[in-house]
């Protein structure tokens, strides 16, 4: 599948797998213990605001290791799989409009402070978190996988995977099932997130959506057990029709590179 690869942004800056390895470890592990020091620490201004930066320190220097936040050099065209994409943007749209809207009113009500402090802990999140891992991470599976013609759904699921697994050090506050939980539904999240990285060829997209989904009133506080049940329900579909959008994009893919041999 050379004219795949050829078109795929990370293989023209090259990076090597083992020093994407370690520059995904240095900045995982940073932003997980400064994220987890925070919760044993009061959320306000003056400890959120160095966590921001830091942040955005850490967001900036996964960018300049990988030079690209792109997947493709150039977007290819989309076939059939175009009718999918619009179900899957209707679909991806209303869910987060009727999932964001009791949490994004509960945070316009709070005191400026605290509201500045959610935006600031949510905003961190999104970019610190879609530049390792719909980025830096996305990429380093994309050079795993780099002779497999289902290349995007391989990087999709093991990038998904790594971001759900993150989610482990939360067990330093939360209890068990509820981090098990977390990383479930982290999972559901991230595989929705690398199809909108794709299809975008942007990681803007990703760190907006990101952001919104973050924007929690109790952002700070440890996430409660659920019942498994609306979880299953609520996440499943995600991962389903995620997954068939990114199919349908990597057949076209495919299709177009037979088509040019």
């Known amino acids: 599948m050379k004219i795949i690869r050829d078109n795929l942004a990370i293989e023209k800056t090259n990076p090597s797998i083992l020093k994407m390895i370690c520059n995904a470890i240095v900045v995982a592990t940073l932003y997980l213990s400064y994220t987890q020091i925070m919760f044993f620490q ?7 605001i160095p966590y921001f930066l830091l942040c955005c320190l850490l967001g900036l220097c996964t960018f300049i290791f990988c030079r690209t936040t792109r997947v493709f050099n150039t ?19 209303l869910f987060c409009t009727t999932v ?30 879609e530049l390792l891992c719909r980025n830096l991470i996305f990429n380093l599976f994309i050079k795993c996988f780099d002779n497999t013609k289902w290349i995007l759904i391989w ?43 794709i299809f975008s060829n942007r990681i803007w997209p990703c760190i907006l959506l990101h952001f919104l989904m973050d924007l929690q009133a109790d952002i700070s506080q440890p996430v409660s057990v659920q019942s ?17 959008a990114i199919y349908f994009y990597n057949r076209d893919l495919i299709k177009n590179t037979n088509s040019s041999l």
């Not at 009061?42 to 959120?48: A, R, Y």
């Not at 290819?76 to 209707?90: E, L």
């Not at 605290?114 to 905003?123: N, S």
């Open 100 to 129: 964001g809207i009791s949490n994004w009113g509960a945070v316009f009500i709070l005191n400026l402070s605290d509201k500045l402090v959610v935006i600031l802990i949510a905003l961190a999140a999104g970019i610190v978190e």
């Open 155 to 197: 990087a999709s699921l093991s990038s998904s995977i790594v971001f759900g697994l993150i989610h482990l050090a939360n067990l330093t506050h939360q209890p068990c099932i509820s981090t098990l939980q977390q990383i479930f539904y982290a999972f559901a999240f991230g595989v929705m997130l690398c199809f909108v990285h």
């Open 42 to 48: 009061e959320f306000d201004l003056n400890h959120v």
């Open 75 to 93: 977007r290819p065209k989309q076939g059939k799989s175009i009718i999918m994409t619009i179900i899957y943007f209707i679909g991806l749209i």
């Open 228 to 244: 498994w049940e609306p979880i299953l329900l609520e996440f499943i579909p995600i991962i389903i029709i995620s997954l068939l």
